[in-house]
C-alpha cells in the first residue's frame, strides 16, 4: 500500500512539474545540496531540464552529485540554446561565513555559467 502511494505521489509531482513551470534551462543556486532535501531539490531541477549550481560544504559528496547530473539523460534542449556547458556544477560555499568568502563563492557561482535566474 505505500508504494503504491509513493508512486502516486511521483506521478502527481511528474504532473505538476511538467505542466506547471517551465524551468527548460534556468540556472538554479541550491544551498545544502550535498544531501538530503538540497541534493535531492538538485536532482528534481536537473530533470524538469535546470542546469544546477550546487552548494554546500562538502565538496567531495557535491561532486558526487554532479557527475550523477551530469550523466541523466539530457532533456530537449530549448530552441534558443546552444550551450554544451555541463548540466551541474559544485560551488563550496558556507552559508555561516564572512561575507567576503561568501560572496566569493557566489561569484564562482555566477560564472559557472554567466547568469542565476
Same mark, same amino acid.
Given at each position: 500500500?505505500?508504494?503504491? #502511494? @509513493?508512486?502516486? #505521489? ?81 560551488? @563550496? ?17 555566477? @560564472? ?6
Amino acid at each position: 500500500r505505500e508504494r503504491e #502511494r @509513493e508512486r502516486e #505521489r511521483a506521478t502527481m509531482a511528474d504532473q505538476w512539474r511538467n505542466t506547471t513551470l517551465n524551468l527548460q534551462d534556468k540556472v538554479v543556486l541550491v544551498t545544502g545540496a550535498s544531501s538530503g532535501i538540497g541534493r535531492e531539490f538538485c536532482l528534481d531541477l536537473a530533470k524538469s531540464g535546470c542546469r544546477i549550481i550546487a552548494a554546500a560544504r562538502r565538496t567531495d559528496r557535491l561532486n558526487s552529485l554532479c557527475n550523477q547530473i551530469n550523466s541523466l539523460p539530457p532533456p530537449p534542449p530549448p530552441p534558443s540554446s546552444s550551450s554544451s556547458s555541463p548540466r551541474a556544477v559544485a560551488v @563550496e560555499l558556507d552559508v555561516t561565513a564572512d561575507g567576503a568568502t561568501i560572496d566569493a563563492s557566489v561569484q564562482k557561482a555566477w @560564472e559557472a555559467f554567466g547568469r542565476i535566474e
